[in-house]
């Protein structure tokens, strides 16, 4: 059974969080992507849950939870404060991270930041940051992949989702990576319903607006940035990938090198199956996560 409710944040937000799962079970932490909420991890419940304590959080600006407005808002550093929040609003000294889409690009940075808090962090469909940075500039694949994220960045975007309504957004959001036929009527109204409280679309895209992930356009030339050159930590915990090989926003690229990120890094690569990888291949996500969650 999953229950909700609100939990204030000492970053000032309110922030709407799903559990399931005994109370004194490993705790991990679930952050959900773009445009979804904490129904992203709805097929993992039943397979994990009866070990497992389920924290999934709607991310700020996402589903029921607060919409500042400002890009600032939504830095990275603001972003992974919330989630170092959430686990002490809810007393979890230790916790596992599971990220997927831009849930996974908070976890990676949480984990980078080198918590000991964090006992092992989990990965579905979401790039390493060095990694995706570098593909960005020098792969045209995943350069030309990623063009949506500079459209997001427009500030006209907003405008331009009103134009077109919410139900052709949904089915220009989610076509490329799912059968759309196995998204119920109930659930696809839920989407829509998020989306359209007022200000919802203008926070979401404002995680893109406020990343430091540079998107050239397919042309243009574009030299590495310093952060790049610098390097980031390497991680000293346990690291799980789970990948959606058939991610058409995200190549198989992101896993050249993914094994040197870390000293304990596995990878579980899942074939025909795409982005939305919880969605599509609960059973399979769940079976890369299980043993893993619960320390076996």
């Known amino acids: 059974m999953i229950e909700q409710r609100k939990v204030a944040l000492s970053t000032g937000i309110a922030m709407n969080v799903a559990t399931a799962g005994p109370a ?9 992507g773009f445009p979804e909420s904490h129904r992203t991890w709805r097929g993992l419940v039943p397979l994990l849950s009866d070990k497992v304590r ?8 996402f589903g029921a939870t607060d919409k500042p407005h400002d890009v600032a808002d939504y830095a990275t550093d603001t972003l992974v404060a919330d989630l170092f929040a ?31 808090r964090i006992e092992r ?5 979401s790039p390493h940051p060095l990694i995706f940075q570098k593909s ?19 500030p006209a975007m907003e405008a331009g989702i009103a134009r077109m309504g919410m139900e052709a957004f949904f089915d220009k959001s989610f076509t490329p990576h799912v059968d759309l036929a196995s998204i119920s009527a109930e659930e ?10 007022p200000g919802a679309m203008t926070a979401m895209l404002n995680w893109y607006r406020a990343s430091r992930i540079v ?26 990938i ?39 291949a609960p059973d399979q996500v769940a079976a890369a996560l299980r043993p893993f969650l619960i320390g076996q």
Do not use: C
Not at 54 to 60: G, H
Not at 242 to 267: C, H, M, R, T
């Open 136 to 154: 960005l500039i020098e792969d045209p694949a995943q350069r030309a992949a990623s063009q949506y994220m500079n459209a997001f960045r427009n």
């Open 188 to 197: 696809r109204q839920g989407y829509i319903d998020d989306w359209s409280q």
């Open 54 to 61: 389920m924290i999934m959080p709607d991310l700020r600006g």
């Open 215 to 240: 998107v050239p356009g397919p042309d243009e030339a574009a030299s590495m940035p310093d952060w790049v050159t610098n390097g980031v930590p390497k991680l000293n915990i346990p690291v799980r």
């Open 86 to 116: 959430l686990a002490d609003a809810i007393r979890a000294e230790r916790f596992a991270l599971v990220g997927h889409d831009w849930g996974g690009a908070i976890a990676w940075a949480s984990a980078l930041r080198g918590s000991p």
């Open 242 to 280: 789970v990948w959606g090989l058939d991610d058409k926003a995200l190549l198989p690229i992101q896993l050249e090198g993914i094994g040197e990120v870390g000293d304990d890094v596995e990878v579980f690569p899942l074939p025909d199956v795409g982005h939305f990888a919880p969605w599509q």
């Open 121 to 125: 962090l989990a990965i579905v469909n």
């Open 24 to 32: 004194d079970g490993p705790p991990a932490i679930f952050v959900h």
